[in-house]
T-cell receptor
Framework: GDSVTQMEGPVTLSEEAFLTINCTYT??????LFWYVQYPGEGLQLLLK?????DKGSNKGFEATYRKETTSFHLEKGSVQVSDSAVYFC????????????FGRGTSLIVHP | SQTIHQWPATLVQPVGSPLSLECTVE??????LYWYRQAAGRGLQLLFY??????ISSEVPQNLSASRPQDRQFILSSKKLLLSDSGFYLC?????????????FGAGSRLTVL
């Protein structure tokens, strides 16, 4: 079945540092890929998405590129802020078969001033 | 756009008591709806999903149940809570956005069973 693997957290960074959170997936066909973010005490919200190979999703300074050859969708940000502290979830949604999204376990990001 | 409302936001219940969490959807018709649970420091566990009124699929065996009495209403229930039912419960609905099936989540309901 489909699966998503994220790097273990927590990831701890100083403000203005470069961020990478790794995400790889296994799926049949050509899934859509997503990053969701969960701020403390809240529900998840969509951060960015990509629907086909080589697409780049971007939002709020975050970027991720759909790499079919490496089945990856790594999240990056050039300069993190304290307000970026949250849990980040990588997810996929298959284009055929089950429509139910598959989530990774989440990666906690802590940014210190 | 789609908005998910959940209530109550927080509740503390004794073991053995009943539970009812409610979720309503605004902005879309006939969405697929989901209940997730998130234990402390853990990922998301899909509990139930529904493709329409009265249609419920369960992903894990447990003492919880779900119902969808109306197109935009999704209810999570239990007759007798266990300590292990404590957690953060999230309702979500899906919608198509630019060719992708995107989930919109509610703000969550934090349940503590004592």
């Amino acid at each position: 079945g489909d699966s998503v693997t994220q790097m273990e957290g927590p990831v701890t960074l100083s403000e203005e540092a470069f961020l990478t959170i790794n995400c790889t997936y296994t799926a049949t066909g050509y899934p859509s890929l997503f990053w969701y973010v969960q701020y403390p005490g809240e529900g998840l919200q969509l951060l960015l998405k990509a629907t086909k190979a080589d697409d780049k999703g971007s939002n709020k300074g975050f970027e991720a590129t759909y790499r079919k050859e490496t089945t990856s969708f790594h999240l990056e940000k050039g300069s993190v802020q304290v307000s970026d502290s949250a849990v980040y979830f990588c997810a996929l949604s298959a284009t055929g078969g089950s429509y139910i999204p598959t989530f990774g376990r989440g990666t906690s990001l802590i940014v210190h001033p | 756009s789609q908005t998910i409302h959940q209530w109550p936001a927080t509740l503390v219940q004794p073991v053995g008591s009943p539970l009812s969490l409610e979720c309503t959807v605004e902005g879309t018709s006939n969405p697929n709806l989901y209940w997730y649970r998130q234990a402390a420091g853990r990922g998301l566990q899909l509990l139930f999903y529904s493709v329409g009124i009265g249609q419920i699929s369960s992903e894990v065996p447990q003492n919880l149940s779900a119902s969808r009495p109306q197109d935009r209403q999704f209810i999570l229930s239990s007759k007798k809570l266990l300590l292990s039912d404590s957690g953060f419960y999230l309702c979500a609905g899906d919608r198509m956005a630019s060719g992708a099936n995107v989930l919109t989540f509610g703000a969550g309901s934090r349940l503590t069973v004592l």
